[in-house]
């Protein structure tokens, strides 16, 4: 997520290793933890670097992988935008937790919701000068867009208290994503604390989801 590291993943490599027994890679997005970059990239450019890790993990752990990607937050955003790239054999499904539709729209939204400004004019400004310093911009980051050409099952996951990224938000993604797939609304679940919260039925959800692909 936004700021998080590997080490507070620990969690969710704890459901995958300890739970479910699987092999895990938890790698910090650019400018978080030990990774480097300019400046935290909100899942866009991010999405190439995971394509990469995804194919470390295949090295690592043998031509036998089969792979889950799984993110909460920004991390869910990150999962949802690589899911729309080419994908190697090895990878099986995605599992997003609270992520945002696009940077535009969750940037949209903390401008109203922190400090009751309108998009214009500071969006349109500043999705223009991150285009110039990074190469890209607010719109073209779009976790929507990328799960419309995912052929792979995704497992979406959100908070029906979630504010921080609005549980609105989960639909339209749902919606867009091609078959398989499925949505699990979690009751009273606030910004990515579903785990936290339900750990047991959060661990046989994604055991059930996960288990139907990867064998």
């Excluded at 993943?9 to 400018?31: E, K, T």
């Excluded at 993110?71 to 997003?96: D, L, N, R, W, Y």
């Excluded at 419309?148 to 919606?175: C, N, R």
Aim: charge should be negative; charged fraction near 20%; hydrophobic fraction near 35%.
């Amino acid at each position: 997520g936004y700021t998080d590291n590997a080490i507070r993943m620990f969690m969710i490599g704890y459901l995958y290793n300890r739970d479910l027994g699987y092999n895990i890679l938890l790698p910090d997005l650019q400018h978080q933890g030990e990774s480097e970059g300019p400046a935290i990239q909100m899942g866009w450019k991010d999405r190439l670097d995971v394509l990469q890790w995804m194919n470390i993990a295949n090295e690592i752990f043998g031509d036998s992988t089969q792979m889950v990607v799984h993110g909460i937050s920004m991390g869910g955003a990150t999962t949802m935008m690589v899911s729309g790239e080419e994908q190697k054999p090895f990878v099986k499904c995605f599992v997003e937790d609270c992520g945002y539709t696009s940077v535009w729209d969750e940037f949209s939204h903390e401008l109203k919701t922190s400090f009751h400004l309108p998009p214009f004019p500071l969006m349109y400004t500043t999705s223009w000068l991150c285009e110039k310093k990074y190469g890209w911009n607010f719109k073209e980051a779009s976790s929507l867009k990328q799960v419309a050409k995912s052929q792979l099952p995704m497992l979406f996951i959100h908070g029906d208290k979630d504010t921080y990224v609005p549980t609105w938000m989960v639909y339209p993604l749902y919606e867009a994503k091609p078959e398989p797939k499925e949505l699990w609304i979690v009751p009273g679940a606030a910004h990515a604390v579903s785990y936290q919260e339900n750990k047991q039925e959060y661990t046989d959800r994604v055991r059930a989801f996960v288990g139907r692909y990867i064998h």
